[in-house]
């Protein structure tokens, strides 16, 4: 299935009047922190969740782990299932919880398993090409 943009849907969950987009992303995603390139990939999908900004997921085979350290925090999201929480550590400054992932997703969204996110505030920005 394809959605209007031409990007590959991995997952369209409709139900509970909730609708919840995963989306292949066609492009080099890069992420940088404190002027740093930390993560780069090809493999990205970018989840769109009614009442929240889209937010991009990345393999997290593809960043290198010295920039995470897990954390105690967990949370569920009654759709989405439970996540685990990393701080990203970079350039001797630790992010206290600014990474997750759904590390026991629910069946709808096991395609997300492997794969990380970011909250904006911290990071630099990511830079697409």
């Given amino acids: 299935m394809e959605s209007t943009d031409g990007n590959e849907i991995v997952i369209d969950y409709g139900q509970r009047n909730h609708p919840i987009k995963v989306v292949k992303v066609d492009k080099t995603l890069t992420v940088k922190v404190k002027g740093q390139n930390i993560l780069k990939t090809r493999n990205a999908y970018l989840l769109d969740e009614h009442g929240h900004k889209p937010v991009y997921y990345f393999p997290i ?3 290198n782990r010295e920039f995470l350290r897990g954390t105690s925090t967990v949370s569920e999201c009654p759709y989405k299932g439970r996540a685990h929480y ?3 550590v970079v350039g001797g400054m630790e ?4 990474v997750w992932r759904y590390s026991e997703p629910s069946k709808e969204f096991t395609a997300i398993r492997d794969y990380i996110a ?3 505030n911290s990071i630099d920005n ?3 090409s």
């Fill in 61 to 63: 085979s593809d960043i």
């Fill in 86 to 88: 990393y701080s990203l």
């Fill in 95 to 98: 992010l206290k919880d600014s």
């Fill in 118 to 120: 970011f909250y904006g």
């Fill in 126 to 128: 990511i830079e697409e």
